[in-house]
């Protein structure tokens, strides 16, 4: 039985497509979208952690003494990361809204 079809938000397949390209460290910064904190960043690249789309251990996270993060990476893009971006894009061009 084949695993069940990924279903990816416009935050996913940007974060994904960042991968693809070759962006492996995140810090500070380099936030996904202008606004938008760097630990949101995180908290998407631990969901996508947990869906089986990228990989990277818990000792790639940095953090301040404070808890604050401070980067995380590298992170790879998994087999089923690389699929499912690929499925997402045979689905056509996203709806902007």
């Known amino acids: 039985m084949s695993p069940k079809p990924v279903n ?3 935050d996913d397949v940007a974060l994904l ?3 693809e390209a070759g962006e492996h460290t ?3 910064g380099t936030q996904p ?3 938008e904190s760097f630990e949101g960043l995180v908290a998407e690249l ?3 952690r947990e869906r089986g789309l ?4 818990d000792s790639k996270i940095m953090t301040r003494t404070d808890g604050r993060y401070l980067g995380v990476g590298p992170v790879d893009l998994t087999a089923a990361g690389r699929e499912a971006l690929e499925r997402d894009r045979r ?3 996203r ?3």
Request: aromatic residues 8%; proline residues 12%; positive net charge.
């Open 8 to 10: 990816l938000s416009d």
């Open 17 to 19: 497509t960042r991968l």
């Open 26 to 28: 995140f810090r500070p």
């Open 33 to 35: 979208r202008p606004g």
């Open 46 to 48: 631990l969901s996508l």
């Open 54 to 57: 990228v990989r990277f251990t």
């Open 91 to 93: 689905l056509g061009p």
């Open 95 to 97: 709806s902007s809204g």
